[in-house]
């Protein structure tokens, strides 16, 4: 891509982001109850009211976050969701569990009365990330030692006692180390710790690198292949669960790593981030016929048992285009550029919706679209946005340092 492409690509992912951003303004803020509405049809209609707790976590931050880093989105109303959002979110997020210890819904009603709760750690990773962005925003220190509090009870679920979460032992079970929970755990810690000083860092230096170790047992067959699922020891599982393949995890995986080779001058770390987590996922995982990133697959290649592995989602795509266009910054080798030219080729003339606004989120494996709305339990104003905000910043850099 040349200078002029690169340029005429940002121009584009400004738009987009304007777009994108100016859709869920126009549609999502709940001015009765506060929070966010998120299930909007493909021209803004709401047609569930139901408030899902880690979707509005990621609102919030991600309100936060261009409020706070992007002159033009310095603006009130921008200010004004996100603290609404993050209002609603502090007051009703949080339930007690059976153990005394304090869990976050998965589901509120629209008036936040919880509605369900999963027994997983996600809705808590994203309440810690909403209350620190946004306590960076407001200076409310009370919000960002709520956050370091949750933050500790999540490294106590997963590193020492799993029993606050809800999940009985069962005799069949085997333990796992699942991609996402070290994954999302490294990004709480890059959030935490950001522009917070030496102390900060050094409290989560021990966890960090405990994530970069559970990450790295996924390389597996011989660095052929990042599996999903592996043992906690770093072997491979059987079944369907030890062969799962999900390549937009793989992939966010790898940008999440590249950042932390950066800031510690782990070079190796580094360099396997690319290889392994960004490269790798991309060959095994770009479908060579009609384009575009499979769900999910199986490492033998036998049909993955997920009814959605062949269709083509939004966030992988956007996993994709930070992963690549992060890592062609850190390196400047071509072909990094020609791959994030190929992905967002494909993005941009399958998901963005030109008549209404925002993007559709689910195609069929030809690239059709399948489900046509917006936003619902799973997709919110959140994977869309962060990637054009990290494209944009990241082409910022390219062009301002040509040579």
């Known amino acids: ?77 921008i200010l004004e969701a996100a603290t609404v959002g993050g209002a609603f979110l502090r007051k009703f997020a949080r339930v007690s569990s059976s153990s005394g210890q304090w869990k ?23 309440y810690i990330m909403a209350m620190d962005e946004l306590s960076r925003l407001t200076g409310d220190k009370d919000m960002q030692l709520e ?20 999940r009985p032992q069962l005799p069949g079970e085997v333990p796992i180390n ?7 755990l490294m990004c709480l810690v890059q959030q935490l710790t950001e522009g917070r000083g030496q102390e900060v860092a050094q409290k989560y230096k021990e966890l960090g690198n405990w994530c ?35 390549p937009g995890h793989a992939l966010e995986a790898g940008w999440f790593l590249m950042l932390y080779g950066a800031q510690s001058g782990d070079k190796e770390i580094h360099r396997t981030a690319i290889r392994n987590f960004v490269e790798l996922p991309y060959q095994y995982g770009w479908d060579k016929e009609h384009g575009g990133l499979f769900y999910f697959l199986d490492v033998d290649g036998h049909c993955p048992t997920q009814l959605e592995w062949s269709m083509k989602l939004w966030w992988p795509h956007c996993e994709a285009l930070i992963a690549f ?8 080798k071509p072909e990094l550029l020609e791959i994030f030219s190929e992905v967002y080729q494909y993005t941009f003339s399958h998901f963005p919706d030109a008549e209404n606004g925002e993007w559709f989120g689910y195609l069929t494996q030809e690239g059709k679209v399948a489900l046509d709305f917006k936003g619902g339990p799973f997709k919110g104003f959140f994977h869309v946005p962060r990637c054009l905000y990290m494209c944009e910043r990241i082409l910022d850099d390219l062009l301002e340092n040509k040579d």
């Open 178 to 184: 699942s991609l996402s929970v070290p994954m999302m």
């Open 212 to 246: 970069v170790e559970q990450i790295l047992k996924h390389i597996q067959r011989a660095g052929t292949a990042i599996l999903e699922n592996v043992s906690v020891d770093g072997s491979e599982l059987p079944g369907c669960q030890g062969r799962l393949q999900n």
């Open 147 to 166: 956050a370091e509090q949750m933050m500790e009870q999540l490294i106590y679920w997963v590193q020492v006692d799993p029993s606050g979460l809800g």
């Open 325 to 332: 266009l992060m890592a062609y910054s850190h390196t400047r």
């Open 104 to 126: 976050c819904a998965f589901c509120l009603t629209r008036d936040g009365k919880a509605l369900k709760v999963q027994r997983t750690i996600f809705s808590e990773c994203f």
């Open 1 to 77: 891509m040349s200078v002029v492409t690169l340029e005429k690509c940002r121009e584009n992912i400004r738009k987009q982001l304007d777009n994108v951003v100016d859709f869920w303004l126009k549609y999502s803020l709940d001015r009765v109850h506060g929070g966010f509405f998120t299930c909007i049809g493909k021209d803004g209609k709401i047609y569930d009211e139901l408030k899902y707790v880690w979707l509005q976590g990621r609102q919030v931050w991600m309100y936060c976050r261009l409020y706070r880093t992007m002159d033009r989105f310095h603006k009130p109303e």
